[in-house]
Nanobody, 112 residues
Framework: VQLQAYGGGLVQPGGCLRL?????????????MQWYRQAPGKQRQLVAR???????NYRDSVRGRFTISRDNAKNAVYLQMNSLKPEDTAFYYC???????WGQGTLVTVSS
């Protein structure tokens, strides 16, 4: 199983980014999927989760700004991030719920 997160970059406050998580060796349509993030010197935190039927959950600080989605035909999961804030700066990782499968993180930097 391999997960690869990509799409990070440098963006100004108020900007947007779309992260993607591509998978091989696993059918993501059968799995709950999550996005986590970890800022330097801080603990990893759950950002969003999506069920196999598309039910979503978000941490309070991103609700209304971030949207997690999935495309089963492409075996991929996405995180649309709008109205980005400096405190969103972190490495972002995709994860299969209740597993030790983690994608290589992608760095999001929100700065002017």
């Amino acid at each position: 199983v391999q997960l690869q997160a990509y799409g990070g970059g440098l963006v100004q406050p108020g900007g947007c980014l779309r992260l993607s998580c591509a998978a091989s060796g696993v059918d993501l349509s059968r799995r709950f999927m999550q996005w986590y993030r970890q800022a330097p010197g801080k603990q990893r935190q759950l950002v969003a989760r999506i069920s196999t039927t598309g039910v979503t959950n978000y941490r309070d600080s991103v609700r209304g700004r971030f949207t997690i989605s999935r495309d089963n035909a492409k075996n991929a999961v996405y995180l649309q991030m709008n109205s980005l804030k400096p405190e969103d700066t972190a490495f972002y990782y995709c994860n299969i719920y209740l597993s030790d499968y983690w994608g290589q993180g992608t760095l999001v930097t929100v700065s002017s």
